[in-house]
């Protein structure tokens, strides 16, 4: 006994969101997936800046299924301190200011996170921003500190720094 193919389309506004079923990401809006076996599916529609929408689609009854998403924008909130403070705070390559930084009203989705500070190692992090939460992190930066070598001619010199 054969199986007629069974397909699921998916489409949402705005358009362009990743499309995952059963925890595999299938591709993006709209879409159309195709070969599926006659049996329920956890079907999940997600765009950066709104809120993640997960459905049960069921295929038992009909061989073609349309699903459309109609996304909501949602928005988290972030606080960034580091040790020491002033570190350039960059996301998705924009700059967004120094630490500590709080922002209240921050697209839910994922960042790409660059702490910069003078003299010091640049500090990477993805942020995973959810909806109606406020994301906390604290970072610390290692100093590179450096060595100072003097030599005076003639020697014996007197050498003072910061004052001492």
């Given at each position: 006994?054969?199986h007629?193919?069974?397909?699921?389309?998916?489409?949402?506004?705005?358009?362009?969101?990743?499309?995952?079923?059963?925890?595999?990401?299938?591709?993006?809006?709209p879409?159309?997936?195709?070969?599926?076996?006659?049996?329920?599916?956890?079907?999940?529609?997600?765009?950066?800046?709104?809120?993640?929408?997960?459905?049960?689609?069921?295929?038992?009854?009909a061989?073609?299924?349309?699903?459309d998403?109609?996304?909501?924008?949602?928005?988290?909130?972030?606080?960034?301190?580091?040790?020491?403070?002033?570190?350039?705070v960059?996301?998705?390559g924009?700059s967004?200011?120094?630490?500590?930084?709080?922002?209240?009203?921050l697209?839910?989705?994922?960042?790409?996170?660059?702490?910069?500070?003078?003299?010091?190692?640049?500090i990477?992090d993805?942020?995973?921003?959810?909806?109606g939460?406020?994301?906390a992190?604290?970072?610390?930066f290692?100093?590179?500190?450096?060595?100072?070598s003097?030599?005076?001619?003639p020697?014996g010199?007197?050498?003072?720094?910061?004052?001492?």
């Amino acid at each position: 006994m054969t199986h007629a193919a069974y397909s699921v389309i998916v489409t949402s506004t705005p358009p362009g969101a990743k499309v995952a079923l059963d925890g595999a990401t299938k591709g993006v809006t709209p879409l159309t997936l195709i070969g599926l076996k006659p049996r329920n599916y956890a079907l999940v529609v997600s765009l950066k800046g709104y809120a993640a929408i997960s459905r049960t689609v069921d295929l038992s009854d009909a061989t073609q299924s349309t699903q459309d998403f109609s996304l909501v924008k949602a928005f988290g909130k972030l606080s960034i301190v580091s040790d020491p403070a002033g570190a350039q705070v960059i996301m998705d390559g924009k700059s967004r200011g120094v630490t500590p930084l709080k922002i209240d009203s921050l697209p839910v989705g994922d960042y790409a996170l660059t702490l910069k500070l003078d003299g010091s190692t640049d500090i990477t992090d993805t942020l995973s921003v959810k909806e109606g939460i406020v994301l906390a992190k604290q970072y610390k930066f290692d100093l590179e500190l450096g060595k100072l070598s003097v030599s005076t001619d003639p020697a014996g010199a007197s050498i003072t720094t910061g004052g001492q």
